[in-house]
């Protein structure tokens, strides 16, 4: 499978061919998905609120927020390949040199989203960790325009349908 960053390369090319995301459709669709995950990581965090005490409380509202932002983007990314803010924007994730109905394995899924979606999920964090990871995929985007989470997961953000 080939992959083209624009339309009229996939016109040239006479094949089926997967067009690469912009910057601007990932970017929006982070937003969405940030918002989204942190209504999640609210729900974690009452959960681990009301089943702890004082002491316990410390620990456990970190790990409440990093749940709930890891129960939205895991099985969403591993099932379909997609999240509600990847969907809007027509985005899907696909293994990467795949005919692109693969969504990625449990493993790469979640190298994949593991850290942003336990840090996006933190009130305040998440501002920080979203301007570090949109200058990352600013300055870093090689030729499939993959940020490191991408190569590491061996996946890349395709428009769907193409």
Not at 45 to 53: E, G, T
Not at 57 to 63: F, N, Q, S, T
Not at 99 to 127: H, K, V
């Amino acid at each position: 499978m080939a992959y083209a960053r624009d339309t009229a390369a996939v016109a040239a090319t006479g094949g089926p061919v997967l067009v690469l995301a912009s910057n601007g459709r990932r970017i929006a669709a982070r937003l969405v998905d940030t918002m989204i995950a942190s209504i999640f990581a609210c729900l974690g965090f009452m959960a681990a609120a009301a089943a702890s005490d004082g002491a316990a409380l410390v620990i456990l509202v970190p790990v409440g927020f990093a749940a709930g932002g890891l129960l939205y983007f895991l099985p969403l990314v591993h099932w379909w390949g997609t999240t509600v803010g990847k969907r809007l924007f027509g985005l899907r994730v696909v293994r990467l040199w795949s005919d692109g109905t693969l969504p990625p394995s449990w493993r790469d899924t979640f190298i994949r989203e593991f850290d942003r979606a336990a840090f996006m999920s933190f009130p305040g964090l998440n501002l920080l960790v979203g301007a570090i990871l949109l200058a990352q995929m600013l300055k870093d985007r090689g030729t499939y325009h993959q940020s490191k989470y991408d190569r590491a997961a061996r996946t890349v953000v395709v428009r769907w349908p193409a």
